[in-house]
């Protein structure tokens, strides 16, 4: 089945600095990739996703990559502010999969002003 | 923005006891999920429910686990006889037909078995 490689557990940045956080998987079919953030004690939330047909997607600060041919991704935060600060989830879902995502470890991210 | 819902936010339990958690996903979705989170470790999928019946489960949910959807708008997960090894964070989460893929968590369930 599908495995989920996350990295880094932790990464700390200064605030206005960018930070990548990098996922790896193993199921070439799969198709579907979101990241979620999820502040502490509370839910997580989708903040973007991309599908495989897509090399790149952005949203304001945020953007996130796709190398299907490395079956590699990312998730790229620029001029991090210091409410980026939550753990972060990478995750995949295999071709016909409905919603069965498969996690990443987490990165916990800290903003310091 | 509608939510997720699940209640109660924190259960304590004796090992052995039954535990239902409650889930109330958001109105026009149709997928419905649990997930759960050991302190710890990474978020794992446990079930999806669609049609009122499972359409996929992990090895984790063994036979002493239920889901059910009692009502048009509940959706239950059940633990008969609760072990050590159940204390975790339980999510609920939905998607609807367009986008199943999308998926939206409850804030989740603290669970711990003593």
């Known amino acids: 089945g599908e495995n989920v490689e996350q990295h880094p557990s932790t990464l700390s940045v200064q605030e206005g600095d960018s930070a990548v956080i990098k996922c790896t998987y193993s199921?070439?079919?799969?198709?579907?990739f979101p990241w979620y953030k999820q502040e502490l004690g509370k839910r997580p939330q989708l903040i973007i996703d991309?599908?495989?047909?897509?090399g790149e997607k952005k949203d304001q600060r945020i953007a996130v990559t796709l190398n299907k041919t490395a079956k590699h991704f990312s998730l790229h935060i620029t001029e991090t502010q210091p409410e980026d600060s939550a753990v972060y989830f990478c995750a995949a879902i295999g071709n016909n999969q409905g919603g069965k995502l498969i996690f990443g470890q987490g990165t916990e991210l800290s903003v310091k002003p | 923005e509608p939510e997720v819902t699940q209640t109660p936010s924190h259960q304590v339990t004796q090992m052995g006891q039954e535990v239902i958690l409650r889930c109330v996903p958001i109105?026009?979705?149709?997928?419905f999920y649990w997930y759960r989170q050991i302190l710890g470790q990474k978020v794992e999928f446990l079930v999806s429910f669609y049609n009122n019946e499972i359409s996929e489960k992990s090895e984790i949910f063994d036979d002493q686990f239920s889901v059910e959807r009692p009502d048009g708008s509940n959706f239950t997960l059940k633990i008969r006889s609760t072990k050590l090894e159940d204390s975790a964070m339980y999510f609920c989460a939905s998607s609807d037909r367009v986008s199943n893929e999308k998926l939206f968590f409850g804030s989740g369930t603290q669970l711990s078995v003593l």
């Open positions: 109105s026009n979705h149709l997928y």
């Open positions: 199921d070439s079919a799969s198709n579907y």
């Open positions: 991309i599908r495989s047909n897509v």
